[in-house]
């Protein structure tokens, strides 16, 4: 069964940083894409941020030499290190396997990022 376990959010000043985690279990992780995705108050899921499974990388444009998703392909881990945050950085945050969009429909329970202006 796929799963996907979400860590490291909180709430921080506009200007902090955070790094969030994401533990993934139930498929062959290393040859996955694997991506971030949030959810901000009364707006619909969107990408954020992708790894290939080359370690290729793509970023949504508002985030760009801001955020930086990584992998550690030993530990079936995911991270995406948050710098410069501002308050339209604020939701929940999501990982999936998948580079352009979601690959499975099962979703972790997020974690919360809180950006105060």
């Known amino acids: 069964q796929v799963q996907f376990v979400e860590s490291g959010g909180g709430s921080v000043q506009a200007g902090g940083s955070l790094t969030l985690s994401c533990v993934a279990s139930?498929?062959?992780?290393?040859?996955?894409?694997l991506s971030w995705h949030r959810q901000g108050p009364e707006k619909e899921r969107e990408l954020v941020a992708s790894i290939s499974n080359q370690n290729g990388t793509q970023y949504k444009d508002s985030v760009k030499g801001r955020f930086f998703i990584s992998r550690d392909n030993a530990k079936n881990t995911v991270y995406l290190q948050m710098n410069n945050l501002a308050p339209e950085d604020s939701g929940v945050y999501y990982c999936?396997?998948?580079?352009?969009?979601?690959?499975?429909?099962?979703w972790g329970q997020g974690t919360q990022v809180t950006v105060a202006s």
């Open positions: 139930g498929f062959t992780f290393h040859s996955h894409h």
């Open positions: 999936n396997s998948g580079w352009a969009r979601p690959l499975f429909p099962n």
